[in-house]
């Protein structure tokens, strides 16, 4: 053989190598190790050792992968499924984390419809001093957060700020595997008007890119990450498991109810239903079941929402977490109705000596409607300024037609201002402030604040309306 043919043989060798190196390996911008290129959401690249002991910061440390992918999914109701059927998107994009050694990368995002779920995780040498030679001092005492997500167009508009009121990477909501802490934020729909008070008839297909950066809080000092390239993607029909139907209608001599259709979704089901209450305000929700052939009962709490149609109703849940059979059904057990009239008490604000954090179980009924008993369980004082009273609805019976209830007065996805206008609390000076109330089944609290309270010898506590529980207790089977 030519010595020139047997140079040229091992250039084209060498050459062939390079190029299945770069095709296995590429690099980031700084001088960390080699990035191996994956098609699921696993590590791309091998973060800098760190010694896990020396964190005064107990994480949880897992050996594989696969506890880091089971950690998500038993927080994430619906992810495995939805891993499955190819609804979460796998950025896998990384920036370096400002004066620190180490990254911050995005390893899988899923919109689930109600909610953006985002997968990071953050090198653990990036929560070191790298200034400091003290191993005493190298290492953070308190746990690092994440203040909030900003989230904008490729092209500088539709820009989205979202603040998680300092969301710690705290040890119970975490994992740590091979150097990284894992954790998630999870974000509002994207919709029109961006935000946590969303119509769900809003939520469409979605198909869009965004640079997507952290505001995260290390060591008492909060650090801006670069934007990265993130694909928000959203497929409402994918996210339907099963649709059902029926043509019953339920009526009595107060409602008529009709369910018009049910979709069990991955993340989130909703029933569609016509509900009519001659002379009535309907409520915020109905109590019901999903039942399978097989007798399981899944129950679920309705939710309502008006649609643009009359007496229409949309109504979402969290879908079961099996499979459902053929044979499905529907139990609606109990529908809520307002009760204009109004009720009050009052509280001897005497027994709270200073203005420290207290409380007073005091267990008083204070009051009486549909058969219930309304008990004044416990009055907490905090500061001085903030009260919380503990309400108890006791029925007189277990089965009775109808009870009242502690839910909430103001629509769910109300302002604050809104939901504020409900109760009223006077102190014996005059002084007024305004109150809303929130609970469920046999349980309610009111929440209020006023510096008035301070000074004031008693409250006179009125709540302008009430809600009760009105019985259905019918069943329809559904139709695929």
């Given amino acids: ?28 911008d700084s001088s960390e190790d080699k990035l191996a290129l994956k098609t699921d959401s696993s590590p791309m690249r091998k973060a800098k050792a760190v010694d896990l002991e020396e964190f005064p910061l107990q994480w949880r440390e897992v050996d594989t992968y696969e506890q880091v992918n089971d950690f998500y999914e038993d927080r994430i109701h619906g992810l495995s499924l939805a891993r499955e059927r190819g609804l979460t998107v796998r950025p896998q994009e990384s920036t370096p984390i400002p004066d620190k050694d180490g990254r911050m990368q995005i390893n899988e995002v899923w919109h689930s419809g109600p909610t953006i779920h985002v997968l990071y995780s953050i090198d ?6 790298k200034d400091s030679d003290d191993e005493e001092t190298k290492y953070l005492v308190q746990p690092p957060s994440v203040e909030g997500i900003n989230i904008e167009s490729m092209n500088g508009n539709d820009q989205q700020s979202f603040q998680q ?32 008070n969303f119509d769900p008839h809003n939520i469409k297909d ?8 952290f505001s995260l809080r290390i ?14 993607f959203h497929d409402k029909d994918g996210h339907v498991l099963q649709s059902y139907t029926t043509d019953e209608v339920y009526t009595d001599d107060l409602v008529t109810v009709e369910p018009t259709s049910v979709n069990i979704g991955v993340a989130s089901s909703y029933v ?33 929402n008006e649609t643009e149609e009359e007496n229409v109703y949309d109504a979402w849940f969290q879908p079961p977490s099996e499979p459902l059979t053929e044979a499905v059904s529907l139990e609606l057990r109990s529908l809520q109705i307002h009760d204009d009239t109004p009720y009050s008490f009052t509280v001897d604000m005497t027994q709270f000596k200073d203005h420290s954090n207290e409380s007073v179980v005091l267990n008083e009924k204070v009051g009486e409607a549909h058969n219930t008993d309304i008990i004044l369980e416990q009055v907490d004082s905090f500061s001085g300024t903030n009260m919380n009273l503990q309400l108890k609805y006791e029925p007189h019976e277990a089965d009775q037609e109808e009870k009242l209830v502690g839910a909430q007065l103001a629509p769910m996805n109300s302002l604050e201002e809104e939901r504020e206008k409900f109760i009223e609390v006077v102190t014996n000076e005059g002084e007024t402030t305004e ?18 309270l301070r000074n004031a010898k008693e409250i006179t506590v009125t709540v302008n309306k009430m809600v009760y529980a009105h019985r259905l207790g019918y069943t329809f089977d559904l139709n695929k």
Wanted: net charge positive; aromatic share 10%; no cysteine.
């Fill in 272 to 304: 569609k239903m016509k509900i009519k209450a001659e002379g009535k305000e309907i409520g915020q929700s109905v109590h019901a079941l999903i039942k399978t052939g097989e007798e399981s009962e899944h129950p679920v709490r309705l939710y309502l």
């Fill in 206 to 213: 979605y198909d869009k890119e965004f640079l997507t950066s």
């Fill in 219 to 232: 060591n008492h000092r909060t650090i801006e990450t670069k934007g990265m390239p993130v694909r928000y």
């Fill in 1 to 28: 053989m030519k010595k020139g043919t047997n140079k040229s043989k091992w250039i084209l060798i060498t050459v062939s190598m390079i190029v299945l190196a770069i095709g296995a390996y590429f690099f980031t």
């Fill in 165 to 196: 009121h300092s969301q710690p990477l705290h040890p119970r909501d975490t994992v740590v595997f091979e150097n990284r802490v894992y954790g998630l934020i999870q974000l509002p729909p994207i919709t029109e008007k961006w935000g946590y």
């Fill in 124 to 129: 653990l040498s990036a929560l070191t001093r």
């Fill in 435 to 452: 109150a809303n109330i929130w609970g469920h089944d046999n349980r309610g609290d009111i929440h209020f604040q006023s510096p008035a």
